[in-house]
């Protein structure tokens, strides 16, 4: 997958600019902070996601005194040619596919298949497990219209379980309908989070040994409510009737898919609880470079990578290797805040950026 060329308007500090990009190249932005090297990756990220890496906040990614902001790429996948664009005007995401307007945002999640890796990524491991959940569940909706489907539909199950349960009187049947349909999603949710995150693990450790000296293993502990090596539709059953005194008492869902977790371990402990941030960040990057790995395995095609300030704590040596172990049919775009010797780039196609004040001019090596 490839952005052919990006046009930005009023986003962030850029006024109206667009790129054309090589494809499976590596594009290198660098400049000094606040210049918007950030920006520019994170508006594909935008356009992958339809959310920030930054912030939650639509209103911030829409530049000073303009009430409304346009990203726009051309995107090959597949040898298709494709055009994707997102309007953002008054708290409002307005979404165009080949110029025709998108109503669902799962239709057009995917589209664009970026793979982040920042600094601040490493909030993962000790953030809320909303966050980890999230984090799972964005790849898989990319990866499996089944699970967008599913995961969707539990949702709205949910919802309407909570809204029967916030009743003046309750109406068993009318719960029990709905946590029947919730927990024939749910099995197929467990099933694909599990194998995901096995998966994902596996790709992982093999390129984790770049990134440490040590015989470290990374694994990570898929947390549900019931055992899932074993009979899941009885248990889940069992789980729901053991609660619904607690749920009508409480008004809400205290059981379900929609709380779990995953615990990410370095050599079968809690990575909060022994990691340096040297190896967390170490953990982090093999993780997105594994996860573009199974992309690639699935789709016969890597996503887009996205690496922003990822030179900052390598030295010279680890930065050749890093460079060398990134795939050669993969569009990659870096960002630094010091200029990149082009000698790190030894036969790979590159080209460089600097960026200033909002403005990026590609310079000569």
Same mark, same amino acid.
């Given at each position: ?32 902070n606040a210049q918007g090297k950030t920006n520019l990756i994170e508006s594909i990220y935008f356009l992958s996601h339809l959310h920030s890496f930054r912030t939650h906040s639509l209103d ?9 902001m346009l990203i726009e790429a051309k995107v090959e996948s597949g040898h298709t040619l494709s055009k994707v664009k997102v309007v953002v005007c008054d708290q409002k995401k307005h979404l ?48 499996? $219209? ?141 993780? $997105? ?56 780039? $030894? ?19």
């Amino acid at each position: 997958m490839n952005i052919k060329s990006l046009r930005l308007i009023h986003f962030r500090n850029y006024e109206n600019v667009e790129f054309n990009f090589k494809e499976n190249c590596i594009h290198c932005f660098y400049g000094k902070n606040a210049q918007g090297k950030t920006n520019l990756i994170e508006s594909i990220y935008f356009l992958s996601h339809l959310h920030s890496f930054r912030t939650h906040s639509l209103d911030s990614l829409i530049k000073e005194s303009y009430h409304q902001m346009l990203i726009e790429a051309k995107v090959e996948s597949g040898h298709t040619l494709s055009k994707v664009k997102v309007v953002v005007c008054d708290q409002k995401k307005h979404l165009f596919h080949n110029d025709n307007p998108i109503k669902k945002y799962s239709d057009f999640v995917g589209i664009v298949n970026a793979i982040s890796f920042c600094p601040d990524d490493i909030l993962l491991f000790s953030a809320p497990k909303k966050i980890r959940r999230n984090f799972i569940d964005m790849e898989l909706i990319k990866l499996s $219209k089944k699970y967008t489907f599913t995961l969707s539909r539990y949702n709205r199950y949910l919802k309407n379980r909570n809204i029967a349960l916030k009743q003046e009187k309750i109406d068993k049947d009318l719960i029990d309908v709905y946590t029947s349909q919730m927990i024939e999603d749910e099995i197929v949710i467990m099933k694909q989070r599990k194998n995901f995150i096995k998966n994902l693990m596996e790709y992982s450790n093999r390129l984790y040994p770049f990134f440490s000296s040590q015989k470290e293993v990374l694994s990570a502990k898929y947390e549900t409510f019931v055992d899932t090596s074993q009979g899941l539709k009885e248990q889940i059953v069992k789980s729901y009737e053991n609660t619904y005194v607690k749920d009508c008492m409480y008004k809400a869902t205290n059981m379900g898919i929609h709380r779990d977790d995953i615990q990410f371990l370095l050599n079968d402990k809690n990575i909060n609880e022994m990691a340096s941030q040297g190896q967390k960040r170490s953990y982090l990057l093999a993780m $997105k470079l594994g996860l573009a790995q199974m992309v690639y395995e699935k789709t016969n095609q890597y996503p887009i990578l996205l690496l922003d300030d990822v030179f900052s704590e390598l030295d010279t040596i680890r930065k050749k290797e890093l460079i060398q172990i990134l795939p050669e049919n993969m569009q990659i775009f870096i960002t630094s805040a010091e200029e990149m010797d082009p000698s790190l780039f $030894k036969n790979r196609k590159v080209k460089f950026y600097k960026v200033n004040n909002g403005f990026a001019k590609e310079v000569s090596q």
